[in-house]
């Protein structure tokens, strides 16, 4: 059974930084593109960050440029989100997901996923 199992969000101040991880278990991703998505209240999920299999492309959302950075431990079978400079903005719950089907192409859509965690909450206070 495949699980991805999300962690680190929390309450955070504005300007702050947190460290989102996503585990996976059930079967190894070393081969896919693994993503996270957020989703505020209210609004449709959307896409933050993915990376390749290698880790040697990445694509991150407009909005988190410069201050998301997404990594992956292949050996852990686990991506990371480091979220600095942190806005009331960012506030929404964090999904990690895999595009099994791609090893290199980082699609932005949510339809393209396979695999999702639960969710982890971030909230940032003004």
């Known amino acids: 059974q495949v699980q991805l199992v999300e962690s680190g969000g929390e309450l955070v101040q504005a300007g702050g930084s947190l460290r989102l991880s996503c585990a996976a278990s059930g079967r190894t991703f070393s081969s896919a593109v693994m993503g996270w998505f957020r989703q505020a209240p209210g609004k449709e999920r959307e896409f933050v960050a993915a990376i390749n299999w290698r880790g040697g492309m990445t694509s991150d959302a407009d909005s988190v440029k410069g201050r998301f950075t997404i990594s992956r431990d292949n050996s852990k079978n686990t991506v990371y989100l480091q979220m600095n400079s942190l806005k009331p903005e960012d506030t929404a719950v964090y999904y990690c997901?895999?595009?099994?089907?791609?090893?290199?192409?980082?699609?932005?859509?949510?339809?393209?996923?396979?695999?999702w965690g639960q969710g982890t909450q971030v909230t940032v206070s003004s």
């Open positions: 997901a895999v595009d099994i089907d791609s090893r290199y192409y980082i699609d932005r859509r949510t339809s393209e996923y396979d695999y």
